[in-house]
């Protein structure tokens, strides 16, 4: 087997394989991105570049959560790109799985991987273990997640909160763990996959508390794996249409659920309106979503091949801004900020008799 590549080494494929595909990427999107970052000189491409082509198909990459998706389209890219990829997913007889197998080559592998089965996270490692050998794994990408639906804290079950914390946040946990000895083989790249919703942001309690709970951990990973030369990246996207939101019958499941598990002083003052006004909010999330996933591509794909890969990264329309308001502003302002932002028309019942109280006095 080929000994793993350095930092260097693994950009030097990327280009090299970028002069073989040209179709595959927007070259100009990327030049000051990689090449100020790397390259500087004629003599360094001809140094790095040219020899690489022995080490294609010996980079190794996994990624959690490839059903759809994000975790759908970076398998799908990075695989174009000439990477050898190890696709976790949910359900390997699924259509995700199935259009995976068909539209890429011959070295990308499916995983059956649900993250919260500590079983099939152990096979899973087993499998990718027996083909990397002492090669090592670059990169793993925690992936996986789920939205739940969005509402009030105080209407979400502990069911939904539960489930968020176990998928977005331990899932991620037991797969960095049971990967991590495979990761320092080659001294690569742990990128964790956390949200702009990892900061306070309402209706979203249950993922918010999850994906801020990913974003804290990959901070701590970043301080200790650094001696082992592990590099550790959290990517923080903005709204993207990725699916996480779930159909629509599925949002009617849920909010019957809802509404049928709420002690009664909660119903009678939130008001049943109210709670089937949350399927109009769940209607228009896709509206201020973008379906480009370039962006988040190109994070990924930085955090993974750079010399020096960001600790952070908030790609797409405005993650960054909703960050800085949130660290550098005062809670006031952001709570204000959010509040106009995030605005909805509807009030609970309660709300709207005491409103309409005060203005007949």
């Not at 990246?233 to 629509?248: D, L, M, N, Q, V």
Request: aromatic share 12%; proline share 5%; charged share 15%.
């Amino acid at each position: 087997m080929p000994s793993a590549l350095s930092p260097e080494d693994m950009v030097c494929q990327f280009l090299w394989n970028m002069l073989l595909r040209p179709s595959v990427l927007n070259l100009s999107s990327y030049c000051h991105m990689y090449f100020s970052d790397f390259i500087s000189t004629a003599f360094w491409l001809h140094l790095y570049i040219l020899p690489i082509c022995a080490h294609f198909s010996s980079v190794f990459l996994m990624f959690s959560g490839s059903d759809t998706g994000i975790g759908h389209a970076l398998a799908k890219y990075l695989d174009s790109l000439g990477f050898v990829v190890f696709a976790g997913v949910l359900n390997e007889n699924g259509p995700g799985a199935e259009e995976l197998r068909r539209t890429c080559s011959q070295r990308l592998s499916l995983l059956q991987l649900d993250i919260t089965n500590a079983t099939q996270v152990k096979e899973a490692y087993l499998k990718v273990s027996e083909k990397v050998q002492n090669t090592g794994l670059w990169g793993v990408v925690n992936n996986a997640g789920i939205l739940g639906i969005p509402a009030d804290a105080e209407l979400l079950p502990m069911r939904t909160y539960r489930q968020c914390m176990e998928v977005n946040f331990f899932g991620a946990v037991e797969v960095s763990k049971i990967f991590l000895p495979l990761l320092r083989k080659s001294r690569g790249r742990l990128v964790n996959m956390s949200s702009m919703a990892g900061i306070p942001l309402p209706r979203y309690a249950a993922y918010s508390a999850s994906k801020a709970a990913l974003s804290m951990f990959s901070g701590v990973m970043r301080q200790e794996l650094s001696k082992w030369g592990i590099k550790v990246a959290a990517i923080h996207p903005s709204g993207f249409r990725t699916g996480i939101e779930g159909t629509s019958d599925q949002w009617d499941k849920q909010i019957k659920e809802l509404m049928e598990n709420l002690p009664a002083a909660t119903r009678q003052d939130y008001g049943e309106d109210y709670l089937l006004g949350l399927k109009s909010y769940l209607l228009h999330i896709p509206a201020y979503c973008s379906a480009d996933l370039s962006p988040v591509l190109s994070a990924a794909l930085h955090a993974l091949l750079a010399k020096k890969p960001h600790g952070l990264y908030t790609p797409g329309k405005g993650a960054y801004m909703y960050l800085c308001i949130f660290c550098y502003f005062p809670l006031w302002f952001y709570d204000f900020f959010i509040s106009k932002m995030m605005s909805t028309e509807s009030l609970p019942r309660a709300l709207r008799t005491s409103e309409a109280e005060s203005k007949n006095l």
